[in-house]
C-alpha cells in the first residue's frame, strides 16, 4: 500500500468534518478530543470496554486534525517537525538522553529556540512522510518498552492541560499552541508505541497505526457514508460512550432551578463567606492595589481626604494628593502576574490614610458620605477600623490570673458599644516570644495590650515548655518600636513600668507598682468601654481607673507615656 502523508490524512479528515466543525465553537472541538483521549487510559488500565486501544488512538487523531484545522494550522507535519526535528527538543538527541535533558530544562525556561531552528534546516532531508514513518519517528526519539507503565498517558494528559491554555490564548500568543499541538501529538505516538510493542510482545502482532486509521477513515464518514459528514450534532453512537449516566425521576429537578433563585443563592454564599473570614474588612487588607476598582477606589480615598482636611490642615492635603498620584500610577494591566500589592504594601501611606481617618471630625467625616455599600465606603472603613492584639500568658508554677476575664471584659465592652466593626480584637493566648513575632509580621495592630505577670524587668510570657519566661523591658521597646502601625501600647501587669523612662509607643501604658488582679480587669474594662464608644485615649484611661474605684477596688498604679509629636 502506497504512504499517504501525514498532512495528506490531515486535510481529508479535516475536509470530511469541515461542516461540522464550523458550526463548533473551537471549545467543543477541544472538548471532544478531550474525550476521546479519555478513552485512552484503557490501554494501561487493562479494562474490558466497548472501544479499543486501536480504535481509541484513531479517534483521538480523528478529533485532533479537525481542532488544528479549526485554529487554521497550515501544515500538521510542520507545527510538529519544528518541534521534533527527528530529535528531543530540550536536549537535542535521538535517543532523548535524560540526564542531559534534565540539565538543559534545569538551566532554561524553554528550549534553545536557535539551536533547535538550525537542527530542523539540517534534518529536513529526514522528515517523516506517512503516520507510521512519524510514530517510528518518536520511538528513535523516546523508546518505548513493554515496562512502560502510565508514562504515556500520564504524560499526554498533562499536556491535554497545557494544550487547553494554549487553545485559550490562542488570538493573543499562537505560538503558545504551536508547541503545545506537537508536545501532544508526541504523547498519542508514545501511547502507540507503548501499544505497539506489547502487542508484539504478547502476540507476535504487527501494529500499523496508519492502516488502522484508514479502516476508520476511509475518505468519508463511515457513520454516514458521505464524503462531507451530515451525521447529526450528537450521534447516538456517541452517547454513553465515556460518560456513565444517573437516571432522574420526573420532579427531581436537578438541573431546573432558575438564574435568578440560582444568582440570589450564590450571593448569599458570598456573603457567608466573607463573614466567615472575618468580615469585609479582613478582605479589604489584600485587595490588588495595583489594578482596577480597587486601585481607582483607593485612589479617590485619598482625594477624598485630601479635599476633607485641605482647609484644616492645608499640608496633610498636599500629601494626600501626592500619596493619591503615586498610588494611581502604580496601576498595572489587569490579569498581570500577582505581586504581593494588598494595602500593606502602602507602608507608611497607609498609616497616614489610617490616622487621617480616624483623626476626622465630624463636619470633615460627612464629606465622606458615599454609597454603603460601595468599594470605596468599604474600603474606608476597613482602613479606619481600630486593630487590638491581647497578648497574655499564664504559665505554669506561676501565681494564676484572671487574664481571661479581662479578655472577655474587652470583648463584652466592645459588643455592648454596638461598634464591633469599627474595632477588630485579635488574642495571642499562652504567649511565646515566637508566637509574638509571628503575628507581627504578618499583621498591623494599632493597639497592642499585655496581660499577666510583670516586673520592673520585663512582661512575662511562656517558654516552650509552658514555664515564665521574662522578655527583658528594653529588648521589647525597641522591638515593638519597629512596629510601625503600634499607636498605643498597654502593659497591664505589675510594676511593667516603673523603670521606664521614655514612652514606646506613641501612649504607653502601664504599671508603676503591683496592681491588684481585679482592678486590672476593670480598668481594661472601663478602658475600651470609653474607646470603642469614640472616647480619646485620655478619656479612656480616666474612665478605666473610675471603673475600678467605683467598685471598691484599689486605683491601679497607672503611669502614662506619650511620645512628642
Known amino acids: 500500500m502506497a504512504t499517504i502523508r501525514l ?30 483521549c479519555g478513552m485512552l487510559t484503557i490501554h494501561d488500565r487493562k479494562k474490558r470496554d466497548v472501544i479499543e486501544v486501536e480504535d481509541a488512538l484513531c479517534k483521538a487523531l480523528g478529533w485532533y486534525f479537525p481542532l488544528l484545522a479549526k485554529l487554521n494550522v497550515r501544515s500538521v507535519e510542520e507545527i510538529i517537525y519544528r518541534k521534533y526535528p527527528y530529535a528531543c527538543p530540550y536536549c537535542r538527541l535521538k535517543p532523548h538522553r535524560d540526564m542531559e535533558c534534565k540539565t538543559v530544562r534545569g538551566t532554561a525556561t524553554t528550549v534553545n529556540h536557535d539551536a533547535l ?27 518505548r518498552s513493554a515496562d512502560d507503565k502510565g508514562r504515556s498517558t500520564l504524560g499526554l494528559f498533562e499536556e491535554l492541560g497545557e494544550l487547553a491554555e494554549a487553545v485559550r490564548v490562542f488570538e493573543r500568543y499562537p505560538k503558545y499552541f504551536a508547541g503545545e499541538a506537537a508536545d501532544t501529538f508526541s504523547y498519542l505516538m508514545g501511547i502507540a508505541n507503548e501499544y505497539s510493542v506489547r502487542k508484539a510482545q504478547e502476540s507476535g502482532y504487527e501494529f500499523s497505526l496508519e492502516k488502522e486509521f484508514l479502516k476508520r477513515y476511509p475518505g468519508l464518514c463511515v457513520q454516514c457514508g458521505y464524503r462531507v459528514c ?23 429537578n436537578l438541573f431546573s432551578e432558575s438564574h435568578d433563585n440560582f444568582a440570589a443563592r450564590g450571593r448569599a454564599a458570598s456573603a457567608a463567606v466573607v463573614d466567615m473570614l472575618g468580615g469585609y474588612g479582613k478582605l479589604a487588607e489584600k485587595f490588588p492595589i495595583d489594578r482596577g476598582d480597587a486601585n481607582r477606589a483607593l485612589v479617590l480615598l485619598f482625594l477624598k481626604l485630601a479635599r476633607a482636611v485641605e482647609k484644616s490642615r492645608p499640608q496633610l492635603a498636599e500629601q494626600l494628593h501626592a500619596a493619591a498620584i503615586e498610588v494611581g500610577t502604580a496601576v498595572t494591566e489587569a490579569g498581570s502576574p500577582g505581586k504581593d500589592q494588598g494595602l500593606d504594601a502602602l507602608g507608611d501611606l497607609l498609616d497616614v490614610l489610617r490616622t487621617t481617618l480616624r483623626d476626622l471630625d465630624p463636619a470633615e467625616a460627612s464629606s465622606l458620605n458615599d454609597d454603603p455599600s460601595s468599594l470605596l465606603s468599604e474600603l474606608g472603613k476597613s482602613l479606619s477600623k481600630l486593630r487590638v492584639l491581647f497578648v497574655y500568658a499564664s504559665p505554669t508554677g506561676a501565681l494564676p490570673l484572671r487574664v481571661a476575664n479581662e479578655l472577655r471584659a474587652i470583648r463584652e465592652s466592645i459588643a455592648s458599644s454596638g461598634r464591633q466593626g469599627e474595632i477588630e480584637l485579635d488574642d495571642l493566648p499562652a504567649a511565646r516570644v515566637d508566637d509574638l513575632r509571628r503575628r507581627l509580621l504578618s499583621a498591623q495592630y494599632e493597639i497592642i495590650h499585655f496581660a499577666g505577670h510583670g516586673s520592673a524587668a520585663g512582661i512575662v510570657l511562656e517558654n516552650e515548655l509552658g514555664s515564665a519566661l521574662e522578655v527583658p523591658i528594653q529588648a521589647l521597646s525597641e522591638y515593638l518600636g519597629k512596629h510601625g502601625a503600634l499607636k498605643c501600647l498597654i502593659l497591664n501587669a505589675c510594676d511593667s513600668l516603673s523603670h521606664v523612662p521614655d514612652a514606646i509607643a506613641a501612649v504607653t501604658i502601664g504599671m508603676e507598682a503591683a496592681v491588684d488582679d481585679d482592678a486590672a480587669v476593670e480598668f481594661a474594662r472601663g478602658f475600651y468601654d470609653a474607646l470603642s464608644r469614640g472616647k480619646a485615649v485620655a478619656s479612656a484611661i480616666e474612665e478605666g481607673k473610675s471603673a475600678a474605684v467605683l467598685k471598691g477596688l484599689p486605683a491601679p498604679p497607672l503611669k502614662v507615656l506619650m511620645k512628642n509629636t
Not at 531552528?117 to 520511538?139: C, H, I, T
Not at 447516538?236 to 420526573?250: N, P
Request: charged content about 25%; glycine content about 4%.
Open 7 to 36: 498532512d495528506d490524512l490531515y486535510c481529508m479528515v479535516a475536509n470530511i468534518y469541515g461542516e461540522q466543525n464550523a458550526l463548533r465553537p473551537v471549545s467543543a472541538t477541544l472538548a471532544h478530543f478531550v474525550e476521546v
Open 117 to 143: 531552528r538550525s537542527m530542523y534546516e539540517n534534518n529536513k532531508a529526514v522528515r517523516p512522510r506517512g503516520l507510521d514513518e512519524w510514530q517510528n519517528m518518536f520511538q528513535e526519539i523516546y523508546p
Open 230 to 252: 451530515i451525521c447529526p450534532a450528537i450521534p447516538r453512537a456517541t452517547v454513553g460512550r465515556m460518560s456513565k449516566e444517573l437516571d432522574i425521576s420526573f420532579g427531581e
